[in-house]
Nanobody
Framework: QVHLVESGGGLVQTGDSLRLSCAAS????????MGWFRQAPGKEREFVAA????????AYADSVKGRFTISRDNAKNTASLQMNSLKPEDTAVYYC????????????????WGQGTQVTVSS
């Protein structure tokens, strides 16, 4: 069992930066791959980024590549998503999730989910 809690969302303007954090508890954090997803109103949940168990490998959606950076700190049981150059189309509820499948982009591979944190980017 893994319990995930996101934080760091908020209202920002176009071009601003925001850093989301995900605190994990329960299962050994270093044994799970972590991912971030987002869901905008009226749209399906979509993959944003993933990081491997050790943090050495990452994967990104094309829409955020070069602007977002995923990382993790296994000593602190946290995963983060640094979001730069934010755009209005980045507005969504952001979820962190845990998976036993490394670097997967598929939501059905993720067994544990946080409650989500709202990110709103105004134009």
């Amino acid at each position: 069992q893994v319990h995930l809690v996101e934080s760091g969302g908020g209202l920002v303007q176009t071009g601003d930066s925001l850093r989301l954090s995900c605190a994990a508890s329960g299962r050994t954090f270093s044994s799970i791959s972590m991912g971030w997803f987002r869901q905008a109103p009226g749209k399906e949940r979509e993959f944003v980024a993933a990081v491997s168990r050790g943090g050495g490998s990452t994967a990104y959606a094309d829409s955020v590549k070069g602007r977002f950076t995923i990382s993790r700190d296994n000593a602190k049981n946290t995963a983060s998503l640094q979001m730069n150059s934010l755009k209005p189309e980045d507005t969504a509820v952001y979820y962190c999730a845990a998976s036993s499948v490394v670097l997967t982009r598929f939501s059905h591979d993720y067994n544990y989910w946080g409650q989500g944190t709202q990110v709103t980017v105004s134009s």
